[in-house]
């Protein structure tokens, strides 16, 4: 077997390759210096390092250094072009940052900016600076930064425990993963202490209280082994990399697939870290999977849940939501539907009692089902204090106190009205109508509350029903049974009722969003037009987000307006309008409750099309989204944006077929012209010629003159038409009806043509009381002048062209008949077409004459058709709707032949 076939790209391989390295060539180069802590050289390794590039030519510009007072650094930031730093005041104090517009407006080839994990201050168009640098990148601009290892978002809780420090300004992994370079700037732990002592670090005060705190031995050795190890990774995986780019054959670290399961626990943001460094290290895709069950998730929790779910997206894992009761079988079922390799699981925490007996044996059954699956369980800090306080702690409830006032009281009303009863149901006829109550109520409260009515349910059965009454002791043993029974069955009957009602209750949200997703992309695939397209998404956005939308689309210069439909423009203020146009250049979201720009009111979202940015949509939000809300509006958006961006190419498609039909009738025209003008004035010059080089007898001088004014004569016809036509095509044509005689309109029209006409037999045909009619004197004479004139030119000599007018009904019929050779089947649709000459070419014509015809009669509010006559030749009838003078009452009676049509016409 042939090796080096095998070892081939797939075209699909290729292809995507190549798209890759053609993103990476538009994006700026992202080079990080990166070491374990502050005071190891970075900045000063960058600052050599750029200024090596600055000498071979680079042009690189400071966008912002920090050079904390030291001379060495200092001495090397001279002689760099400064770009000038802009000042946000923050609570009365003034903070200088980095301006990325000026940094931009620049548009140098590299610039170096400093501290890539640092935080801007309020009112900054991005919170983080290292958004700042991403921007850079996507406008082309290479980019010298640092960073340390601490500031990694997956090693921050790592060294948080290392050093007891907790870092709070990180850089996600996805950035420093996807660097272009990364140059480890490394010392020992005694060199850098001894640097800190000689004050080339901190002032020597500052300097001291480091050294006791996070500048320990311990910790700068334990940080240095975490930078070289990450570096060593990231070395390992650009080997692999180049191995499969290059096709080299080799061992592989691939197809593992780690599947983190997390929960709305804090501690699943350390699992989180923890398997994503873990990835990183074997080379293995990851994602993560979240179990919604059947329990109401608190307000607390549902923020814990959004932070865990958004540390995920910034460690650039993917997070997967699936609802199911049993936890256990939803992530065995999932891992093994996808592939995975192995699964990595907290610990579970045992926070309550009931928790004890939810979780006990949770590990156990996830071993039983993953099969082949690894497992991976990772445990926690917690220390021994808090996990028994969290052991005696009741679980906890969402229900308001309204619900438990509610059940209190139904519970008391039906012991009140069992109570006169009590003798003829007996008491446990009573435990049936108490069990049956709280049955009943599962269907409408929670778990909480359901709690409490089986427990009084209980006491009251108890204290009032069961002999003895009014005292908690009970003398039969069987009524201890029944008592016990009576507790077991009530709570567990409401409990699984709750849950399935909140159970049924998600089962619902979800079915509903899948049928408006259905409904919004039928009612979108039934309509077109971008207004259309307009109204429908701000129908269906504020239907089931309750919030009114503003669309702002791609316009023809490249930058976006507001569409009608998307109300009144002047409620955005300037600054939201640059908001608007940023996220449109940038395809990112911006504005409220996002990290950038977030001090306007609304949020902004991109319309990403797959080629490009179609538009951005804004809303104003009055509190950010939940998970599950914002996966329902993306979904909602992509259907949105895929509708616009359709019905764009839909418009683009049409403008190419307006240009492609404007070139081929451009070509067309340019070939008739260039003959029908060049003969006559070939025959003007040849005459021409001829009587000015030569004394020619009286006859042949009067023939060349002849010539040339037969030449004249179609010339002039032909730029007659050409001005005919740019007047029909402008839409300036306007027809002014006067009172006609169509007996002077036929005489104008024959006089004109009497050369042409000679070789024929003329006939025409008008009834004797032909009444006036209003028409367009002028308009209608080109029209029948052409009409006649293509007669002549379609027909044999000696044949006979008959005109024919009547009235019909309230309209003027025009007809004219020849004995030409007609129309082939083909050719009758495309009679009126401009430029159209017919299978059947003479020469003579343009092409414009009967669509000059067709358009002077629909100026009219008339038609005119074409057919083939039964006996051979073409019959062209015009019809106009008119008004007639009063003897127009004669003009339907049978007086003159003619009035009506007659065998002749066919």
């Known amino acids: 077997m042939n090796h080096s076939t095998d070892n081939r790209p797939s075209p699909d391989e290729l292809l ?80 200088m940052e980095m301006d990325l517009d000026a940094v931009l407006a620049r548009k140098p080839h590299t610039v170096i900016v400093d501290e890539l994990a640092h935080s801007n201050a309020p009112g900054s168009r991005h919170s983080k600076r290292f958004q700042d640098v991403i921007e850079l990148l996507e406008n082309g601009i290479n980019v010298y930064t640092t960073l340390n290892v601490q500031h990694l978002e997956s090693r921050s809780e790592t060294v948080g425990q290392i050093t007891g420090i907790t870092v709070r300004e990180t850089v996600p992994d996805e950035i420093f993963e996807t660097a272009d370079d990364v140059e480890l700037v490394d010392i020992t732990p005694d060199e850098l202490l001894q640097r800190l002592s000689e004050g080339k670090v901190y002032t020597p005060e500052r300097s001291r209280r480091a050294v006791e705190n996070f500048f320990r031995v311990g910790n700068l050795t334990a940080l240095r082994e975490m930078a070289l190890r990450i570096v060593a990774d990231r070395v390992d995986r650009q080997l692999h990399d180049y191995m499969k780019d290059k096709r080299i054959r080799g061992p592989w670290k691939s197809g593992i697939f780690l599947l983190a399961a997390i929960g709305y626990s804090p501690l699943s943001a350390n699992l989180l870290r923890w398997a994503k460094n873990i990835s990183y290290s074997m080379g293995a895709r990851i994602e993560a999977l979240y179990v919604e069950t059947a329990h109401t998730l608190s307000p607390l929790e549902r923020e814990n849940l959004d932070i865990n779910i958004k540390l995920a997206k910034k460690l650039g894992i993917k997070v997967n939501i699936v609802t199911n009761n049993d936890r256990v079988l939803a992530i065995a079922e999932y891992a093994q539907k996808e592939n995975v390799t192995h699964i990595v699981v907290g610990k579970p925490q045992v926070s309550n009692l009931f928790s004890l007996i939810r979780h006990g044996f949770f590990v156990n059954r996830l071993i039983r089902y993953s099969g082949n699956i690894d497992i991976y369980i990772l445990g926690s800090d917690t220390r021994e204090k808090e996990e028994l306080r969290r052991k005696l702690s009741m679980p906890s409830f969402t229900s308001g106190f309204r619900e438990y006032f509610i059940v209190s009281l139904l519970i008391i009303l039906a012991s009140a009205l069992c109570y006169p009863l009590r003798e003829m149901i007996g008491y446990q006829g009573v435990s049936f109508v108490l069990l049956f109550l709280v049955s009943v109520m599962a269907i409408f409260f929670g778990t909480g509350p359901i709690l409490l009515a089986a427990i009084m349910s209980v006491i009251i059965w ?24 009576f507790f077991i069955i009530a709570l567990l009957n409401g409990v699984l009722t709750s849950r399935i009602r909140r159970q049924e209750k998600r089962i619902r949200i979800r079915e509903e969003r899948t049928n408006a997703l259905y409904q919004l992309t039928k009612d979108l695939s039934a309509i077109s037009g971008l207004e259309e397209v307009t109204r429908v998404a701000r129908l269906y956005i504020r239907k089931y987000f309750r919030l009114d939308c503003y669309i702002f689309l791609r316009n023809s210069s490249g930058t976006i307006d507001i569409q009608p439909d998307s109300s009144d423009y002047t409620i955005f203020t300037d600054n939201e309008k640059s908001i608007a146009g940023w996220v449109f250049r940038n395809t990112s979201k911006a504005g409220r409750y996002t990290d950038t720009l977030p001090s306007g009111e609304f949020t902004f979202f991109p319309l990403a099309g797959n080629n490009s940015t179609i538009g951005v949509i804004g809303i104003k939000l009055s509190e950010v989204f939940t998970h599950g ?18 019905e764009m190419l839909r418009d683009a498609a049409k403008r190419t077929y307006f240009i ?36 020619f007898p009286p006859g042949i001088q009067k023939q060349l003159f002849s010539e040339i004014n037969t030449a004249s004569i179609r010339l002039n016809r032909l730029i007659g038409n050409l ?29 004109q043509l009497q050369n042409e006409l000679k070789p024929f037999q003329q006939e025409v045909n008008i009834p004797a009381a032909m009444p006036l009619v209003q028409i367009d004197f002028g308009l209608m004479e080109q029209a029948i002048y052409n009409l006649v004139l293509n007669a002549t030119q379609h027909s044999p000599a000696g044949s006979r062209i008959r005109i024919k007018l009547f009235i019909d009904g309230g309209l003027l019929v025009i007809q004219v008949m020849d004995r030409g050779s007609g129309f082939q089947a083909d050719e009758l649709k495309s ?22 015809v067709k358009g002077f009669v629909e100026a009219h509010k008339g038609s005119v058709s074409a057919e083939n006559r039964k006996n051979g030749g073409a019959l062209f009838t015009i019809k106009i709707p008119v008004e007639t003078s009063e003897m127009g009452t004669m003009a339907n009676q049978p007086i003159v032949k003619g009035d009506a049509p007659d065998p002749a016409c066919t």
Not at 637 to 642: E, K, M, P
Not at 838 to 848: C, H, I
Request: aromatic share 10%; glycine share 8%.
């Open 723 to 751: 001005l005919s036509m740019s007047r029909i095509e402008s839409g300036l044509i306007t027809p002014r009806p006067d009172w006609t005689d169509v007996h002077d309109l036929i005489n104008s029209v024959t006089g």
């Open 629 to 646: 809300e914002e996966q329902f509006w993306e979904a909602c958006l992509a259907q949105i944006t895929g509708k616009f961006e359709r």
């Open 16 to 95: 995507a390759s190549l798209i890759n390295d053609e993103e990476k060539s538009r994006r700026g180069k992202l080079r990080i210096f990166f070491g374990m802590c502050a005071g190891v050289g970075k900045t000063y390794s960058m600052l050599q390092t750029a200024r090596s590039e600055k000498s071979k030519g680079t042009d690189i510009v400071a966008g912002y250094v920090e050079t904390h007072n030291r001379r060495e650094t200092s001495d090397l930031l001279a002689g760099f072009e400064l770009i000038s730093r802009k000042t946000y005041v923050y609570r009365s104090t003034p903070i």
């Open 462 to 485: 108890d204290l009032i029903f069961i002999p003895p009454q009014f005292t908690l002791y009970i003398e039969n043993p069987i009524d201890i049974l029944l008592l016990v029974m």
């Open 660 to 695: 492609s039909e404007s070139e081929k009738l451009y070509k067309t025209l340019f070939d008739s012209l260039s003959h029908e003008l060049r003969t006559p004035v070939a025959a003007i010059l040849g005459a021409s010629d001829s009587l000015i080089a030569h004394d």
């Open 831 to 852: 009679a009126f077409t401009k430029f159209y000459r017919g299978n059947k070419v003479t020469p003579g014509g343009a092409g414009l004459g009967l669509s000059i």
